[in-house]
């Protein structure tokens, strides 16, 4: 199957700082990539659909200047928190298709952010 | 607006059978997809359905109507590793993976 990396697994932050998290399709190259923010017990929430080669696009409520996404190639996008703060703690996980197999999305590890 | 209602929680014994109830409603459909997480980890792909019908992979099936809006997993022979949360989701008309909210399966011995 499709494999997607995603690194760091776990990063404590301090408040104020900037964090990037990386996202990469290892065996295929993904056009899109989507990200997705996780609270404890609650379901994946689409934060951004990442293009490459463009600009990404964002779900209503969340912010572009924050959550600063990069699709520099067709295997990697990168999420970047900006001035963190405790309320940005949380999972996130980003996840890309496979052309053709679209129906079907692949995840990476996924990233728990903890900002003190 | 789009949402998909399933139950938040879910008990069986192990051995035995369960099913997880979805219904959907989202701008655009392009098929119904289920998604296992274990606590910690990443959700991994378990079955699709683009058309009205049963697919079975092993213990697990998946079932969708597309006239009424709703789909369902089956799991057959319960082990404790399913012990899991179990999200549907739907892939809507601007090409997304919208999830539920996801349905948080306990197996009892």
């Known amino acids: 199957g499709a494999v997607v990396s995603q690194h760091p697994s776990r990063v404590i932050c301090k408040s104020g700082t900037s964090v990037k998290i990386e996202c990469r399709s290892l065996d295929f190259q993904a056009t899109t990539m989507f990200w997705y923010r996780q609270f404890p017990k609650q379901s994946l929430m689409l934060m951004a659909t990442?293009?490459?080669?463009?600009?990404?696009?964002?779900e209503q409520g969340v912010e572009k200047d924050k959550f600063l996404i990069n699709h520099a190639s067709l295997t990697l996008s990168t999420l970047t928190v900006t001035s963190a703060h405790p309320e940005d703690s949380s999972f996130y996980i980003c996840?890309?298709?496979?052309?053709?197999?679209?129906?079907?999305?692949?995840f990476g590890q996924g990233t728990r952010l903890t900002v003190v | 607006g789009q949402s998909l209602e399933q139950p938040s929680e879910v008990t069986a014994v192990e051995g035995a059978i369960v099913q997880i109830n979805c219904t959907y409603q989202?701008?655009?459909?392009?098929?119904l997809s289920w998604y296992q997480q274990h606590d910690g980890g990443a959700p991994t792909f378990l079955s699709y359905?683009?058309?009205?019908g049963l697919e079975e992979t092993g213990r697990f099936s998946s079932f969708l109507s597309r006239s009424d809006s709703y789909g369902y997993l089956l799991l057959q022979e319960l082990q404790m590793k399913d012990s899991a949360s179990y999200f549907c989701a739907v892939r809507d008309g601007d090409d997304k993976i919208i999830f539920g909210k996801g349905t948080r399966l306990h197996i009892l011995p």
């Open positions: 990442s293009n490459e080669g463009s600009k990404a696009t964002y």
């Open positions: 996840s890309a298709r496979v052309q053709g197999r679209s129906t079907e999305a692949f």
């Open positions: 359905n683009g058309l009205d």
């Open positions: 989202t701008s655009g459909f392009y098929g």
